[in-house]
């Protein structure tokens, strides 16, 4: 079945949420389901709308992928203690860096990612659990853009064809397929979440291996990482859509107390847009830019460039894989 769009001004917001939590309850029923909670909007939504439906049947868990932002695990699970919500951290590292190793092609990384999520991780979580089901946060522009060939969104299955009952042993739910990035904060908002996680900047649940270019490394994840931190403090007044910083894969000659330093790139992405379908950079301030490329250039160790993208979605795509 084709899914339709609900645009925000057709959203009739309680009454949606009643009906998801409806439809949740009865697909679930007396048994067990499970979500993962990324720490993005769309499944902090899930999150509260699942608990809702299915209070202390349903566990929800933050997987660490080794690949979240700095001290996410701690502050998602504390931010949702504050809602009475229970969440607990799944570690996973492992799993993903070796599922990583060695790839470099953006969609061969996406095809690792999701089936270490779907295959391996929820597989076990649901067979250790007990769990019939997994709530998910797929929104409509994910379903979007893979269903156009852009990029193969992590969260997509059913739409390309997977039967996840067959192939990973549950069901998925996703209540907000219907949705964009604005009708699930107004949901959000709605459903007593915090406004510091339903006005967050959008995450992608691969998280930062979406903005490493070639290979997956703890290394370089842990780059990419430091200067996420400089460039979120940055631009958390700026008022952007989505702000992020990219590691790439060619090195670049710069200097360093005199001498030559062949050292790493990062790039920075600050996107104005109303739900990721397109956008345009952000028109940063000079004094902002150059702030940018100092802290990072001092506070990350082997960076030599700082650069800011200036290009439009479309051609470019928000994140770079
Ligand atoms: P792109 O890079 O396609 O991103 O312009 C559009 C929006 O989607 C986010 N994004 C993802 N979200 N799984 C997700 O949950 C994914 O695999 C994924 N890839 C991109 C991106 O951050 C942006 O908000």
New binding site residues.
């Given amino acids: 079945m084709k899914t339709q769009e609900i645009e925000l001004k057709d959203l009739d917001s309680k009454k949606f949420i009643e009906q998801k939590i409806e439809e949740i309850s009865s697909a679930v029923g007396d048994g067990l389901a499970i979500n993962a909670l990324?720490g993005?909007v769309?499944s902090s939504v899930v999150t509260m709308l699942a608990h809702k439906a299915l209070g202390n049947k349903l566990k929800s868990y933050f997987i660490d992928t080794g690949l979240m932002r700095q001290d996410e695990p701690q502050k998602i699970v504390s931010w949702f203690k504050e809602l009475s919500v229970h969440v607990e951290i799944f570690d996973a590292q492992k799993e993903f860096f070796d599922a990583l190793k060695g790839l470099t092609d953006p969609e061969e990384k996406?095809d690792a990612?999701t089936q270490t999520f779907y295959k391996d991780v929820f597989g076990r979580l649901v067979k250790e659990s007990g769990a019939k089901h997994l709530l998910q946060?797929?929104n409509y522009?994910?379903i979007e853009?893979t269903v156009a060939g852009?990029?193969?969104?992590?969260?997509i299955l059913e739409q390309l064809g997977i039967d996840t009952q067959e192939q990973f042993g549950y069901k998925v739910i996703e209540p907000l397929i219907e949705l964009r990035?604005p009708a699930i904060r107004e949901i959000g908002r709605l459903t007593g979440l915090q406004e510091e996680i339903y006005q967050r900047p959008?995450?992608?649940?691969?998280a930062l291996a979406?903005r490493v270019i070639g290979e997956i490394t703890l290394e370089r994840v842990g780059l990419v990482r430091r200067a996420t931190v400089i460039v979120e403090e940055e631009l958390c007044d700026s008022g952007a859509f989505?702000y992020l910083a990219v590691l790439h894969e060619d090195r670049v000659t710069g200097m360093r107390d005199g001498k030559r330093d062949y050292g790493q790139q990062i790039e920075v992405r600050c996107w104005d847009s109303e739900d990721?379908?397109t956008?345009s950079p952000t028109r940063l301030s000079y004094d902002t830019l150059e702030k940018l490329a100092d802290r990072i250039t001092n506070e990350v160790g082997g960076v030599v460039s700082v650069t800011y993208n200036i290009t439009k979605?479309p051609p470019s795509?928000?994140?770079?894989i």
């Fill in positions: 990324s993005g769309d996406r990612i946060g797929t522009t994910d853009e852009v990029k193969r969104q992590h969260n990035k959008p995450f992608p649940g691969p979406t989505q990721a379908a956008g979605k795509t928000i994140e770079v």
